[in-house]
C-alpha cells in the first residue's frame, strides 16, 4: 500500500466499484452493494471518489448535509439513516451544484485524503465509487489503498463491454483482483406476462465473463421504483433481491 490510513481507523476490507465509461449505474449499484452489507448487521463506509461528478449524497438523502473537522482537523464522515459512513466532495462544497474545476493530480489528491483524513474507525467493508474510465483517479486508487478487489459494473451493450474489458485489463494490469462483474439496467421485466425484454439489445456479459475467466455476480433489471428511489435519495429503502448473491460472494472472498 501506497500510503497510511490514520491510527484511529481499522478498514478490514476495501472493495473499488468501477466501470469502464459513465451511464451504467456504478453509483447506484455501490449504494445497492452498501445498503445489503449493512442490512447483514455489518460496518459499512462509502468513499465517493466521483470527485467531479459525486452521486451518493443524492442516492442517500444527504444533500444537505455537510462533514466537519475535529479537533485533530480530521474529517468526520456523514452517516446515512441505516449508519452507512459516506465521504464525499459534495459534503465540502457550499452548495452540490459547486463545479469541480480541478486538474487530475489535485482530484488524486483529494482521494488521498479521504483515506487517510478521515475517521472511519471501525469499518468492515469500504466500497469506494469510482469516477468512469481508466485514468487518474482508479490510478491513484490502485497504487494507493490496499485494495481487496474491484467489482466492474457494465451494461448490455457491446461498445460498453469493450470499454469494460479496459478496466478489467487496467485492473489485472496492476495485479489488483477483479472479483466479478455486475450487468446493470440487464432487462426490463413486462409487469403483464413477466416477459424479459432486452431494451439495449443482446446482453455480452457471459461473453467477458468467459473470456477472463470472472463470475457474473448479478443481472440488475431496470426497475421504475429504483429510477424513483434514486431521484428520491430513498435507495436504502429498497430490497434489491438479485444483489444478494452478489454480497455473499464478496464476503467469501
Not at 452489507?37 to 451518493?56: R, Y
Not at 465509487?129 to 483517479?137: A, E, H, L, N
Not at 479496459?166 to 409487469?191: F, R, T
Request: glycine share 8%.
Amino acid at each position: 500500500c501506497g500510503i497510511q490510513s490514520n491510527p484511529d481507523n481499522h478498514i478490514k476490507n476495501i472493495i473499488t466499484v468501477m466501470s469502464g465509461k459513465g451511464g451504467v449505474g456504478k453509483s447506484t449499484v455501490t449504494v445497492m452493494l452498501a445498503k445489503a452489507m449493512a442490512k447483514k448487521g455489518l460496518k459499512v463506509g462509502i468513499m465517493d471518489a466521483d470527485i467531479t461528478g459525486p452521486s451518493i449524497p443524492r442516492l442517500l438523502a444527504l444533500s444537505n448535509e455537510h462533514a466537519f473537522g475535529n479537533e485533530k482537523q480530521q474529517l468526520i464522515p456523514v452517516e446515512s439513516k441505516e449508519g452507512i459512513k459516506v465521504m464525499s466532495l459534495n459534503f465540502l462544497v457550499q452548495s452540490e451544484s459547486d463545479p469541480v474545476i480541478w486538474r487530475g493530480p489535485v482530484i488524486g489528491g483529494v482521494v488521498k485524503q479521504f483515506y487517510t483524513d478521515v475517521v472511519w474507525d471501525n469499518v468492515d467493508y469500504m466500497f469506494v465509487d469510482m469516477p468512469p474510465g481508466t485514468s487518474d483517479v482508479p490510478l491513484t486508487a490502485f497504487q494507493s489503498f490496499p485494495l481487496d478487489g474491484i467489482v466492474v459494473v457494465t451494461s448490455p451493450q457491446e461498445l460498453v463491454s469493450m470499454v469494460v474489458e479496459k478496466a478489467i485489463n487496467m485492473a489485472q494490469s496492476m495485479d489488483i483482483k477483479v472479483l466479478g462483474l455486475i450487468e446493470n439496467m440487464s432487462y426490463v421485466e413486462c409487469p403483464n406476462c413477466n416477459e424479459k425484454i432486452e431494451i439495449f439489445g443482446k446482453s455480452h456479459i457471459n461473453e467477458v465473463s468467459e473470456k477472463y475467466g470472472l463470475p457474473v455476480l448479478a443481472k440488475i433489471p431496470m426497475r421504475q421504483k429504483v429510477a424513483e428511489s434514486a431521484d428520491e435519495g430513498t435507495m436504502e429503502d429498497l430490497e434489491i433481491p438479485e444483489i444478494k448473491d452478489a454480497v455473499s460472494f464478496i464476503e467469501g472472498k
